[in-house]
């Protein structure tokens, strides 16, 4: 055997596997590092205070207590009456959690210690890490959160004595079989605790600003993790964490089979229709009929047997319902069959990648075929605020990338900002992910608003280059003849040429 392969038998019998690992009980953040956390190895969560770093470490105790373990908190801050209460508020059941108070107590502050709340003993820690000691052995807990490194620091002397105690607890603890989360109150991009991020086995970072919250891990021995900024939010449940998709992680063979859209004249113009596994944009001005058409190729789906879901950021689905219906397109009777879910999306209350992973459940729960976001517009405000997250073109092309790695058809509908004007494909410059760009455009023939269709980019075949009329009726979509009395109609200035 080379050296090569020894190299790799050998790290494939020490690499911990998901089984290996302690789940944290935040699904989120066990999938970013790989399944939890490696046993019996430090970690230090950080951030400021209200970004949820107590929370965390709730989850991570519950967890622990629902697999029958023992598991303990220190806190040299909070008595843990309030910690029990907090932990209620979000149905957490810590029944077998064990606590150890070392926060001060109010009969310290009196006029007689001259406002002196710590004595002599514990100011240099040593009081306190002895009880900290005599709690472990006493309970022999598996896990163990110390909240918080930030205030045994404050009753250390000297920050070579506080390293040494950290240096010594921790050898303890290794030694037990513990694993431990510290709490340390700093900042990102602070300093302050640099001494024990060289000490611990991993890092996790959380970060609140205005409007978007944030996790991070930066350091994990022993094992690969997500890196990079994954939005989270606290809930009524505790922490939610929204880890990016990975499109290139998802990769089915693709069939590029043509999907019909039901009407022929349209199928004419596609050369077949649209394929399956494949990105289209509907582009055009407001009220021109966009949605409706994307929900045509649904309708035909559904006498297919395949389920589609609309995903809208624009308005409220029973004006969608009805105004689909009144085009002959029985919308509630899909949704009633199942073949097609509809979900009204506020922009601006979910981030980017917490919609992405929604759909992403959708997909693998309901078996969908076609997902249509309804508009680009819509889905960019969900961007507000994300200051550590990546554009809204990357978002949305890291989304579109992995419903297409999973075989699913992608439609987005793209606002024009005009009614009448120089056409352009989309407003956010996401053009390049569209295999099929279709456009709806107005034109004014002798004082009338009239409606005109046309393909404009077709990857997997031709394409007819006409421009078509198009009508929204009672009995459904019709699209017309070829316009030829007419020219100037993506450039905004349409003129009727008359007849020689």
């Given at each position: ?5 020894r190299?790799l038998?050998m790290?494939?019998q020490?690499?911990p596997?998901?089984?290996d690992?302690l789940?944290t ?5 066990d999938e970013?590092?790989?399944?939890g956390l490696i046993?019996?190895?430090?970690y ?5 205070p ?15 207590c629902r697999r029958?373990?023992?598991?303990s908190?220190?806190s040299?801050?909070e ?12 149905g ?11 926060s ?5 502050l009196?006029k007689?210690?001259?406002?002196t709340i710590?004595s ?10 002895q ?13 163990l959160?110390?909240?918080?490194l ?6 250390s002397?000297?920050?070579f004595h506080f390293?040494?105690?950290?240096i ?7 030694q037990?079989g513990?694993t ?5 109150e700093?900042l ?5 605790d640099?001494?024990i ?10 970060k609140s600003t205005?409007?978007?919250?944030y996790?991070r ?5 022993g ?17 939610e ?5 990975e499109?290139?992680?998802?990769l ?17 113009l596609?050369?077949?229709g649209?394929?399956r ?13 966009k949605?409706t058409l ?11 047997g395949?389920?589609s ?12 319902l009805r ?7 029985p919308?509630r009777?899909?949704?009633k ?5 509809l979900?009204?999306i506020?922009?601006?209350d979910v981030?980017?990648d917490q919609f992405?992973?929604?759909v992403k459940?959708d997909?693998e ?5 076609i997902?249509?976001?309804d508009?680009?517009a ?6 507000l605020?994300e ?5 809204a073109?990357e978002?949305?092309h ?8 999973v ?6 509908i793209?606002e ?9 494909a ?5 053009s390049y992910?569209?295999d ?16 005109a269709i046309g393909?404009?980019k077709?990857?997997l ?5 006409s421009i ?6 009672q ?18 200035t349409?003129e ?5």
């Amino acid at each position: 055997m080379n050296l090569h392969r020894r190299r790799l038998l050998m790290l494939e019998q020490t690499y911990p596997t998901q089984a290996d690992k302690l789940p944290t009980g935040v699904t989120g953040l066990d999938e970013i590092l790989g399944g939890g956390l490696i046993p019996n190895h430090s970690y230090l969560l950080r951030g400021g205070p209200g970004t949820g770093k107590t929370t965390t470490a709730l989850h991570f105790l519950q967890q622990g207590c629902r697999r029958g373990e023992s598991v303990s908190f220190i806190s040299l801050h909070e008595p843990p009456e309030n910690i029990q209460k907090n932990a209620e508020r979000f149905g957490f059941v810590l029944e077998n959690i064990h606590y150890l108070d070392l926060s001060p107590s109010a009969d310290l502050l009196s006029k007689n210690e001259s406002y002196t709340i710590f004595s002599a003993a514990e100011v240099e820690g040593v009081d306190t890490t002895q009880r900290i000691l005599d709690h472990i052995e006493e309970f022999q807990p598996s896990r163990l959160v110390i909240d918080s490194l930030s205030h045994l620091r404050y009753l250390s002397e000297r920050p070579f004595h506080f390293r040494r105690q950290v240096i010594a607890l921790q050898k303890c603890l290794r030694q037990k079989g513990i694993t431990v989360l510290f709490l340390s109150e700093c900042l990102e991009g602070s300093n302050e605790d640099m001494d024990i991020q060289h000490l611990v086995d991993g890092i996790i970072h959380l970060k609140s600003t205005a409007r978007t919250r944030y996790i991070r891990v930066s350091k994990y021995r022993g094992s690969g993790f997500r890196g990079g900024y994954h939005p989270m939010s606290i809930t009524q449940k505790g922490i939610e964490v929204y880890r990016r998709l990975e499109p290139k992680a998802h990769l089915k063979q693709p069939d590029y089979k043509a999907m019909s859209s039901g009407i022929p004249s349209l199928d004419e113009l596609l050369h077949g229709g649209i394929e399956r596994g494949t990105i289209s944009i509907i582009s055009g001005p407001t009220g021109v009929g966009k949605t409706t058409l994307g929900v045509q190729f649904m309708k035909e789906a559904a006498g297919r047997g395949e389920n589609s879901a609309i995903y809208t950021f624009e308005e409220q689905p029973e004006i969608l319902l009805r105004r689909c219906e009144a085009m002959n397109i029985p919308v509630r009777t899909m949704i009633k069959n199942g073949n097609l879910s509809l979900a009204r999306i506020e922009p601006l209350d979910v981030y980017a990648d917490q919609f992405a992973q929604r759909v992403k459940k959708d997909i693998e729960d309901k078996d969908v075929k076609i997902v249509m976001i309804d508009s680009i517009a819509g889905y960019q405000l969900s961007l507000l605020g994300e200051d550590e997250a990546m554009t809204a073109t990357e978002h949305l092309h890291a989304l579109c990338k992995y419903l297409q790695n999973v075989g699913v058809t992608v439609i987005l509908i793209n606002e024009m900002e005009h009614v009448i004007g120089r056409f352009k494909a989309t407003s956010l410059g996401v053009s390049y992910l569209a295999d099929n760009i279709v456009f709806l455009q107005y034109t004014e023939q002798r004082g009338q608003l009239e409606r005109a269709i046309g393909i404009l980019k077709k990857r997997l075949s031709s394409f007819e280059h006409s421009i078509h009329s198009f009508e929204l009726t009672q009995y459904g979509l019709k699209v017309g003849e070829e316009i030829t009395h007419i020219q100037g109609i993506l450039s905004g200035t349409a003129e009727i040429i008359e007849p020689s």
